[in-house]
């Protein structure tokens, strides 16, 4: 891919446009505040390659799975986070004509991701094909001050004429989702309504019968003096306000937007136009520059726990504070509902939805950069899905309250549906155990084993013992059929990390029933019921098969194996294939790799 971005420490910079590149700018570019999250789309019309996305955490649709063979244990759907209504959607046109970049003539485009502050700014020329030009700086944000709010500041120049410009600002609730499988529309409207200068359009998701309620308020103004609104036009899922102001050469029309999500996660369905209201109101109450003031305000904040410096390599700084920067605005650790989708709010990529990625590689950082209860909200998460993944284990054949937390899953429930992953790749379950383990060593919260965690690790630990079998033959129990953590090894016997991880989970699970039961003994007492604990037999069969776990190993190396028979394969140097093969997963077969 063509490396565009300019280096710099603070900010993601793209200068110049170029449509083939537009989708991957919305993806890099987009904002989010934890509750909501926005691509970097135009504000205006755009006709060329776009990639429409307005996320509200939660909020999901059971997409009906497509798979060619049917294995038992198989979810029926793919739960995924929604395309939600458009609420930065602002039609302009000048004397008639649309102001769309696919169609016009652009100069001096430049597009910044400002991670310091956090909010996007874009500027252009544009010329229409009537000649007329434009000088277009539009700023805009989602509030993680106030995470129901987001903000657009829309500043438009005419340069070299005099006109009338028209704007539209709109909330547009016809959308879909590019990953459906059946090309299908998600949303049916609940309701809308224009009052008091205010849009107000409330959609349901099918199925899963989320509503979601999107507001927004717009003025604008030319050189400082207010254009009246003109009313509203209404369509199916779909309402805006008209603006129409007349201009000539240097005038300075500027739009601010104030918008907001509100949801039934959050509010009752009846409370939800009030809410929207109250959050509408917040936003002019302290208009752009208040709102974003608070915005610069909360992200330094969060700059000043979790920054890191990297000295004298502009490019490494630049991409250790983007990836910080998504985290970030991904998840605040306000709500334990919600969890990280491996692309947070930058598009439709693998659903939104929770991977073992929050416990394995996540946690960590927001138990060095943000307050305790940050880290605590996403193990809770798991502990209020202990019961799916009790359910998801039964689907397997596993039994007595063993538990298999789910490959990904909107609630609890699996809704993954290749086997060699869904199945197999077993080792999630190791990375939620120890994420526990982790956050009791780092927070010194041993606590959280009597209030949660420890009927998690006690599920994990079931499912383990179940999942081994003996091995008369290497005199040890043994994981067979599994995937490891690399993925590209599928249905492969004893991986070295599964195995431990899997014996590390038993112990774990005794160490921290024992600590219980001499800290808390009632608390402990309440778990063996609910759990229908069996210590005596339990503990003694954990501890077997811990001490008796078998791990690949080459005695003539010696060294241990990623998995039996690891050694058969071509041992061959990365620096001895080809450039031409290279990356392998684009150019060898899966098995091969």
Not at 379 to 397: M, P, S, T, V, W
Not at 404 to 421: D, F, K, R, S
């Amino acid at each position: 891919m063509k490396n565009y971005i300019q280096p710099n420490e603070w900010k993601i910079v793209e200068e110049g446009f170029d449509p083939q590149l537009n989708k991957i700018s919305e993806s890099l570019f987009s904002i989010g505040n934890g509750r909501m999250g926005q691509r970097a789309n135009f504000e205006e019309s755009y006709t060329g390659e776009t990639l429409s996305g307005n996320y509200v955490a939660g909020v999901y649709y059971p997409d009906k799975t497509r798979v060619g063979w049917w294995k038992n244990g198989y979810p029926d759907y793919f739960a995924k986070v929604l395309n939600a209504a458009n609420w930065v959607r602002l039609d302009i046109s000048i004397d008639g004509e649309v102001l769309d970049l696919h169609e016009t003539k652009v100069s001096d485009f430049k597009r910044v991701l400002h991670m310091k502050e956090g909010y996007l700014e874009r500027q252009f020329v544009a010329e229409l094909k009537s000649g007329k030009q434009v000088q277009v700086i539009a700023k805009r944000f989602c509030s993680i001050a106030d995470d129901e709010i987001a903000a657009i500041h829309y500043q438009l120049k005419a340069m070299n004429f005099s006109g009338t410009i028209t704007i539209n600002s709109a909330i547009d609730g016809d959308v879909k989702n590019q990953d459906s499988n059946y090309d299908e529309k998600f949303w049916d409207e609940a309701a809308k309504q224009y009052s008091n200068d205010t849009l107000f359009l409330t959609m349901t998701t099918k199925k899963t019968a989320f509503d979601v309620c999107t507001a927004a308020f717009t003025t604008v103004s030319v050189n400082q003096q207010n254009i009246a609104s003109e009313g509203s036009t209404q369509q199916d899922k779909f309402i805006a306000n008209a603006f129409t102001a007349p201009v000539k050469a240097g005038d300075v029309l500027d739009i601010y937007k104030y918008a907001c999500n509100v949801t039934s996660q959050n509010y009752e369905k009846d409370a939800l136009h009030a809410a929207a209201q109250k959050a509408i109101s917040r936003a002019q109450d302290k208009k752009f520059d208040g709102l974003f003031q608070d915005q610069v305000a909360a992200w330094a904040a969060k700059w000043v726990e979790s920054d890191i410096l990297i000295e004298g390599d502009v490019a490494a700084q630049q991409a250790i504070r983007f990836n910080i920067f998504q985290l970030n605005q991904t998840y605040t650790g306000a709500d334990a509902r919600l969890n990280i989708g491996p692309k947070g709010f930058t598009g439709e990529k693998y659903g939104g939805s929770t991977y073992w990625d929050t416990e394995a590689y996540c946690i960590p950082f927001y138990l060095a950069t943000a307050p305790q209860e940050v880290a605590k909200n996403l193990l809770i998460y798991r502990h209020n899905h202990l019961q799916k993944a009790i359910e998801n284990a039964e689907k397997l054949g596993f039994n007595g309250g063993a538990a298999l937390y789910p490959m990904v899953t909107m609630n609890g429930e699996e809704c993954h549906n290749e086997w060699e992953i869904t199945f197999e790749e077993i080792h999630r379950n190791g990375a939620i155990a120890f994420a526990i383990f982790n956050y009791i060593r780092y927070t010194g919260d041993a606590a959280y084993l009597a209030e949660y965690g420890l009927e998690v690790l006690i599920g994990i630990a079931r499912f383990w013992k179940q999942r081994v079998n003996w091995s008369a033959e290497k005199n040890n129990y043994v994981i067979l059929g599994v995937t490891g953590p690399n993925e590209y090894e599928n249905n492969i016997n004893n991986n070295w990390y599964t195995n431990i991880l899997a014996a590390w989970c038993m112990r774990y699970a005794r160490e921290s029933a024992e600590y219980v039961k001499s800290k808390d003994a009632a608390r402990y007492a309440e778990i063996v019921k609910l759990t229908s604990f069996k210590e005596e037999q339990e503990f003694a069969d954990w501890t077997s098969i811990a001490d008796q776990m078998f791990y690949p190993y080459s005695e003539k190396e010696q060294i241990f194996l990623q998995q039996d028979g690891y050694l058969d394969k071509e041992q061959m140097l990365v620096s001895e294939l080809p450039a031409a093969d290279r990356p392998l997963n684009q150019k060898w077969s899966w098995d091969r790799i």
